[in-house]
């Protein structure tokens, strides 16, 4: 396990080359290390003191609260940074300001000082693999090879973009139907608990038999206020233990991914999901001029589905030992005809990148169009699911009541 080293966040203030006195913050070991980093910028500096910030740790397991889209945008900012001749380090810092995400500015700046002390820029992408995957450092290292890292960070940039607003997407779809079963059983156990005990004590005073339905909404009730605390436990622990079962192992995650697929209407969504990012980072990456069997290999690590994971191996496999890459498109029988089809012409025309672009592009917009229908159906039936066992518990307490009047 390598040895976690130990930073502190400095600020200073300094003389740039054109005489400008000048000011920032910078990680680093000690004050001297941090002098001789701003020396390697140009910078003279005048007054060297560690920051209230206070420690950090790089390379350890400190976990830190930055979201894919911070990093989007990070990635964003540094494209349109590069593409204006802002130099590297420079822009670094200039990215960073406008950031407002601690954790965010923190990890730019130890990016900057890895870049500063001599790495490329892909090298210090590659030392914070929790937040880079190795698609985009391995075209942004293409990019610094190839002398072009500002068309090379576009490329990443919409990449990022079109990914993080594809997740997005299926997080909505996904998000609105559990959200509201969650408060529907929560308000269902209130109305267990606090509710239906109160019309449990003025039935005792009919005296007579109660109807089926208010019969078995107080057994219900009576189940509810012995045993809720344990129903809440076991779904605590039975969220957690399955979160980290997808975190921890594989086989269960491979299972899980497969099962997603045979659900109605949300595997569907899936799967266009799935060929949408197989379409966008095969043609990220063949356009940046990464061997075709190299980009499959990154493929199959970014669509998201081990089915698609499998299906995208066997398609590097053939490819390398000669067969063209429609052909084995479709004996994997997981990808739709149209992006064989225009893979194959893509293939024959010597224009793969532009025609899986465009299969992305298609496959983006039937993701967010069957988002939106799904909303549109999800929302009527789940008003009626909240109608029947909301208004059901209601009926089922009014019966007795309804029967006494019809008695009077």
Excluded at 128 to 149: H, I, R
């Amino acid at each position: 396990m390598a040895k976690q080293v130990k930073k502190s966040a400095f600020a200073w203030e300094g003389v740039n080359r054109r005489g400008q006195t000048i000011k920032g913050e910078m990680t680093g070991q000690n004050a001297a290390i941090v002098k001789a980093q701003l020396r390697k910028q140009g910078v003279t500096p005048l007054k060297v003191r560690k920051s209230s910030q206070g420690l950090m740790v790089i390379g350890g397991s400190k976990k830190r609260k930055i979201n894919s889209s911070d990093v989007t945008f990070f990635t964003r900012q540094m494209a349109t940074m590069i593409k204006a001749g802002v130099p590297l380090v420079q822009s670094f810092d200039i990215v960073a300001d406008g950031i407002d995400n601690p954790s965010m500015r923190e990890l730019i700046s130890g990016i900057r000082d890895s870049v500063s002390a001599g790495n490329d820029f892909a090298s210090a992408l590659k030392q914070y693999p929790e937040y880079f995957d190795n698609l985009t450092c391995n075209l942004v290292e293409s990019g610094e090879q190839a002398g072009a890292l500002e068309t090379m960070l576009d490329k990443v940039a919409i990449y990022k973009e079109k990914t993080e607003l594809l997740r997005k997407k299926i997080k909505k779809a996904l998000m609105y139907p559990l959200v509201t079963l969650a408060i529907a059983f929560i308000v269902t156990l209130i109305l267990l608990i606090k509710v239906v005990p109160t019309f449990q004590d003025m039935f005792e005073s009919f005296g007579s038999e109660l109807p089926a339905p208010t019969q078995f909404v107080v057994y219900l009730s009576d189940t509810a206020q012995e045993y809720y605390i344990q129903v809440f436990a076991a779904l605590f622990i039975l969220g957690i233990s399955f979160s980290q079962a997808l975190k921890r192992s594989p086989a269960f995650r491979d299972s899980f991914e497969r099962f997603t697929l045979k659900v109605p209407v949300f595997g569907d969504l899936i799967r266009k999901a799935a060929v949408a990012r197989f379409a966008r980072v095969l043609s990220t990456t063949f356009a940046a001029g990464v061997p075709l069997v190299e980009a499959l290999e990154s493929v199959a690590g970014a669509v998201g589905n081990v089915v698609y994971k499998e299906a995208v191996l066997k398609i590097r496999d053939e490819v390398s030992s000669g067969q063209q890459m429609h052909f084995a498109m479709r004996s994997t029988g997981v990808f739709p005809n149209m992006v064989v089809q225009m893979t194959s012409i893509g293939e024959e025309s010597g224009a793969l990148d532009a025609m899986l672009d465009k299969a992305a592009t298609y496959f983006e917009e039937e993701v967010d169009n069957a988002v939106d229908g799904m909303t549109a159906m999800l929302e009527p039936m789940v008003m009626a699911f909240l109608g029947v066992v909301i208004g059901g518990l209601i009926v089922a307490m009014y019966m007795p009541i309804f029967q006494m009047g019809d008695a009077i």
